[in-house]
């Protein structure tokens, strides 16, 4: 038999905001995908009218976007199945429904939302749970317990009615899943599932999602562990429709625990502990906002880089991964079945990875308005040399602004514990000396003036240390930073001498 042709799809509802769980399980379809040299299909599975979220879609398609997930079929981009928005394809669910009422797997129910409940009430009152089933099916409004005639004149006069899944008694449904392996599970343990509305005429998730796999030629369906109690109905669905042969091969991927303690990554963990949870900012129809890790200044490369590895490792001590390595080295028998901690910490390790190897011309596209905002205004080129001396210490873009400012502007505060610590006395002296020193050069450069102040400190036999950290409050303002000649250098010599003259008017003589 031909090899089959690779096609996955992401099909997220569009009911909020996209959380990362829902990017990993994008990603891993995209890598998938594009390792197989298969089709990456986005189709929106919006038939559930009462969860719809408007502008979830816009959203989602926005987010694949800034991650660089490339779509082959979709709402915008078409494709040989289009149309890929559920509620577009509404013709298209009745009469698969109906088939499986024709073949015996599937009937009409004609119960009413009240009487449901009133029977949810009775059992309960009795000690006892309801489930729509084999034990009750035959007993309520349904086409397995009414005469045909009754259906049909029920149907035509206009009652609301649903076709739900005749599920077998007692039979060992046997499934096989990439990452978990073979899984048995006996059908007297699952209840009837509604799979389509008169009321709405919509199908529900499960038909839909079934018909659509299968008409879109869908050969893998790789999505978030919580639709693992799904499969058992999905393989019978297929079977029922006698799709068994080409259904897909189904991966279902670990959950994304919270950092610390128990459970599902949840928005509450994001909002609790000051992370994001979602890609993009988001604000909600009623105005709630959540934060996203775009605008909190993550890299997209970097946001991808730590999401691929939550659930899933190619075995080497490899860390960091442009999307090519990703997709040359994914598989899904790599995908961890236990749950992956999302740690917050390890997704800012994974930033600053990236901010290294950030262009500095691009990261200065960046730093000039912030710098404008200041009132500064400067080169291109001097702040991508600014930014060249510190970048190493920054975590986001953010950060350039506090790190590169004292190289535009003197400091007009001095930090209070470095001067307590290094201001003294003596060591002010001695600055007034290495002040000699420097301005005794023709230019100061890290290369050369350096090494030559080094062995000046060291013939007068000075503390290094107390010394430099002296010239560092007085030039920048704190005892922290890059190299200090480094610094001198890229503002020069004059202002080099006019801020030590600057701090030693301001801070005195030390105690
Ligand atoms: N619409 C489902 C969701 O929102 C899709 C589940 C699946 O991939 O089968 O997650």
């Not at 949870?277 to 934060?291: M, Q, R």
């Not at 090519?324 to 999302?342: C, H, M, N, P, W």
Request: charged residues 25%; hydrophobic residues 40%.
């Amino acid at each position: 038999m031909a090899e089959r042709r690779v096609r996955v799809r992401f099909a997220p509802s569009p009911t909020g905001a996209l959380h990362i769980g829902g990017v990993r399980t994008a990603l891993y379809n995209y890598l998938f995908a594009r390792r197989n040299g298969g089709d990456f299909i986005l189709r929106i599975e919006d038939t559930d009218s009462q969860r719809f979220v408007p502008g979830a879609e816009a959203y989602i398609m926005e987010a694949l976007k800034w991650c660089g997930i490339s779509i082959d079929e979709g709402i915008n981009e078409g494709g040989p199945h289009a149309p890929y928005r559920q509620s577009e394809r509404k013709e298209i669910y009745l009469k698969y429904a109906q088939q499986l009422v024709e073949n015996g797997n599937a009937y009409y129910a004609f119960d009413s939302a009240e009487e449901l409940d009133a029977l949810r009430k009775q059992y309960e009152a009795e000690g006892k749970t309801f489930a729509y089933n084999y034990t009750v099916r035959e007993k309520l409004q349904t086409s397995l317990s009414l005469s045909p005639s009754e259906v049909k004149s029920r149907i035509e006069r206009g009652d609301v009615w649903v076709i739900r899944f005749k599920m077998p008694e007692n039979e060992d449904v046997e499934m096989d899943d990439i990452i978990r392996g073979h899984i048995t599970i006996n059908s007297s343990t699952l209840d009837d599932k509604v799979l389509y509305k008169s009321a709405d005429q919509l199908p529900t998730y499960h038909l839909a999602n079934i018909v659509d796999d299968h008409l879109m030629e869908i050969s893998h369906v790789i999505r978030g562990e919580e639709w693992l109690p799904s499969l058992p109905l999905h393989y019978l669905l297929y079977r029922a429709f006698g799709w068994a042969d080409t259904q897909p091969a189904f991966a279902h991927l670990p959950l994304l625990l919270k950092p610390q303690g128990q459970g599902k990554l949840s928005k509450r963990d994001g909002d609790k502990f000051g992370f994001p949870v979602f890609p993009l900012f988001w604000t909600a129809p009623d105005g709630s906002t959540a934060n996203g890790y775009r605008e909190d200044g993550y890299f997209p490369q970097a946001f991808i880089n730590m999401l691929a590895l939550l659930g899933w490792n190619p075995g080497t001590e490899q860390e960091i991964f442009s999307m090519q390595e990703l997709i040359d080295q994914f598989s899904l028998e790599k995908v961890s079945k236990s749950g992956a901690r999302f740690s917050p910490d390890k997704a800012k390790w994974f930033n600053q990875q990236y901010m290294r190897v950030a262009d500095d011309n691009e990261l200065a596209d960046k730093l000039l308005p912030m710098l404008a905002e200041q009132g500064i205004s400067t080169t291109k080129e001097r702040a991508a040399k600014a930014i060249s001396l510190i970048k190493e210490r920054a975590i986001f873009p953010k950060d350039l602004l506090s790190l590169t400012i004292y190289m535009f502007q003197a400091p007009t505060e001095y930090d209070e514990k470095s001067v307590a610590k290094f201001w003294k006395a003596d060591n002010v002296a001695k600055l007034k000396e290495l002040r000699a020193q420097l301005a005794a050069e023709s230019v100061i450069t890290a290369e050369a003036t350096e090494p030559k102040i080094h062995q000046w400190v060291v013939d007068n036999q000075y503390s290094m240390g107390q010394l430099m950290n002296s010239l560092r409050i007085a030039i920048i303002g704190i005892s922290q930073g890059p190299s200090i000649f480094a610094i001198s250098e890229f503002i020069g010599k004059d202002e080099t001498l006019a801020r030590i003259d600057n701090a030693l008017a301001k801070l005195g003589e030390g105690k």
